[in-house]
């Protein structure tokens, strides 16, 4: 999920073999890991980045772009600073905001109780907080300053989201919504477009 922290330490294993490195991030994860959670479809029609360096061969970078290709995945090259930057935003901070939100509410008194009453949005929203734990500990700190970034843009956010409930701005509370529900049903639309052409 993070890919500079990992091409630093190939360059240290692999050494003069690093052109022959490369790093793939198939956009098909689960929140429960392990051969047990195995799905043989988990591949199909999903993105996958690769994030060649300047001595990424390009014969190596053909051959596993068509084994991607093959099990019926689309791939993207992007640059590994623009692949951290964006997983930070669309990934990373998503899934520090689940494990923020399930602590927050077990630090009520009546956190188990609250709990129960959760319906399909909250399981939606919350799904990510069942992750395992060590890897995403190691993620958010081998990503840490695209992270920090990203929470920053988060926090300032809820700010303007906290100010419009506080003032009972109701026009302001209305934009704020309305901009983050057209830009998710554009995007959603967006999705299905791109995987109707795999």
């Not at 003069?16 to 490195?21: D, R, Y």
């Not at 029609?45 to 360096?53: F, G, M, S």
């Not at 791939?75 to 964006?86: G, I, S």
């Not at 395992?132 to 840490?144: E, G, H, I, S």
């Amino acid at each position: 999920s993070t890919k500079q922290s990992v091409i630093k330490d190939a360059h240290q294993a692999l050494g003069n073999h690093i052109g022959q490195f490369v790093p793939a991030h198939p956009i098909a994860g689960k929140e429960k890991a392990g051969a047990a959670h195995a799905e043989a479809t988990l591949f199909a029609n999903r993105l996958v980045i690769l994030t060649p360096e300047r001595v990424t061969r390009i014969k190596p970078l053909q051959a596993i772009t068509q084994m991607w290709e093959a099990i019926g995945c689309q791939v993207q090259n992007m640059t590994p600073q623009a692949h951290d930057a964006a997983f930070a935003a669309i990934s990373h901070v998503p899934h520090l905001t689940a494990f923020a939100l399930i602590n927050a509410i077990l630090k009520q008194p009546d956190a188990n109780e609250v709990l129960a009453l959760g319906g399909s949005g909250f399981k939606d929203f919350s799904r990510i907080a069942a992750s395992n734990p060590a890897m995403w500990r190691d993620v958010l700190l081998c990503n840490r300053a695209d992270v920090l970034k990203q929470t920053q843009y988060l926090i300032d956010s809820l700010q303007d989201f906290i100010q419009a409930i506080e003032q009972q701005d109701e026009a302001r509370l209305f934009r704020l919504i309305d901009i983050a529900s057209q830009t998710r049903s554009a995007w959603q639309m967006t999705t299905r477009d791109n995987n109707a052409l795999l």
